[in-house]
């Protein structure tokens, strides 16, 4: 088992919620990495930082991949989603950054995906 890199809350401000991640880790490190897949249409984003507590806050996506994929769509439907799911790793690796979390680690909003 690898080493936990993050403590991962659940916030709402007003009406919205948002995922606050508590990075562990080096967090210069894995702020360069997700500032440098900033302007991906595959990836879910930063959406704000806390520096002084070392905290990621990205917007909150109810679904993820694995849902999906337990659901009857349209095989079209099926096939872009997955080329978009694999888009977001082509990115990933371009970055050399390597994915070893689970499917479900993919989350949803609409039918593009987003790295958590």
Known sequence: ??????D???????????VVKNILA???????????LGSSR???VLQDTIPDRSMFV???LKDHLLFLVQ?????LLTKRILKDALRGL????HQNIVHTGQPDLFH??????FYH
Do not use: V, W
Not at 108 to 113: K, Q, R
């Open 1 to 6: 088992m690898g080493t936990e890199l993050a």
């Open 8 to 18: 991962i809350f659940c916030a709402r401000c007003e009406n919205q919620k948002f």
């Open 26 to 36: 080096d967090y210069t490190y894995y702020e360069d990495m997700q500032r440098a």
């Open 42 to 44: 595959f990836l879910r």
């Open 58 to 60: 990205y917007k909150y």
């Open 71 to 75: 659901r009857d769509l349209p095989l």
């Open 90 to 93: 082509a990115e990933l690796h």
């Open 108 to 113: 949803t909003t609409g039918s593009l995906f």
